[in-house]
């Protein structure tokens, strides 16, 4: 069965799930667009994974905390600030590092403020990054893909199915696995690279 993306059903089953979970659901989806985000510090010579992958273990290990204080307001503005200039002609890796930082972003907004809303727009990013694949490679295989194509693309269906299993592992109280999981997945695959 093919998975979809429901926004407003998303928002509505998130609203049912403690803060910490809602951290863990948000910052799944940033984690697994980490290689976008090196591949866009490789591509113009930047440094800024590090910071990236500090900020991702640090959501991963922070339960309990309200998330309010002034380290995860520091956090938010550093990551703004590493998103890609629009003063250049964009390519797709400049659309999928930003919506690897959106999605970030918005998890660290998840820790701070415990809303629904930010840990869904943070599954939103990174449906889109999956997306803007999916369109880029038909593109370059000069077969312009209607949206049923696109949904059905298999790094679209690869990460909506992985945003499913995050959320019943949740469900379940297996939040260590959604992490462990999470932490091993890319969105894009690293041989899937080539074809970009």
């Known amino acids: 069965m093919m998975e979809g993306f429901d926004e407003q059903q998303l ?8 803060s910490y979970e809602l951290t863990v659901l948000a910052t799944a989806c940033a984690s697994r667009q980490t290689g976008n985000v090196i591949w866009y510090c490789e591509e113009y010579g930047l440094d800024r994974y590090p910071l990236v992958s500090k900020c991702i273990e640090k959501l991963w ?30 390519t797709v890796i400049d659309a ?19 809303t629904a809303q930010e840990a869904t727009w943070a599954l939103r990013r990174a449906y889109e990054a999956a997306d803007q694949a999916a369109i880029h490679l038909s593109r370059k295989q000069a077969h312009e893909l209607k949206e049923p194509e696109i949904l059905a693309h298999p790094i679209v269906q690869r990460e909506l199915v992985r945003q499913k299993r995050d959320y019943e592992l949740i469900l379940q109280g297996r939040v260590t696995d959604v ?14 690279r080539e074809f970009f």
Not at 11 to 18: I, M, N, S, T
Not at 64 to 90: K, T
Not at 180 to 188: D, F, M, P
Request: net charge negative.
């Open 11 to 18: 928002l509505q089953r998130l609203g049912q799930l403690p």
């Open 61 to 90: 290990e922070a339960p309990g905390e309200n998330g309010h204080g002034g380290i995860w307001e520091e956090a938010l503005e550093s990551i703004m600030e590493m998103m890609p200039p629009d003063d250049h002609v964009w």
């Open 96 to 114: 999928l590092a930003e919506d690897a930082f959106a999605s970030l972003c918005y998890s660290v907004r998840t820790k701070l403020h415990a």
């Open 179 to 192: 992490i462990a999981a999470a932490s091993r997945e890319q969105l894009i695959q690293p041989d899937e």
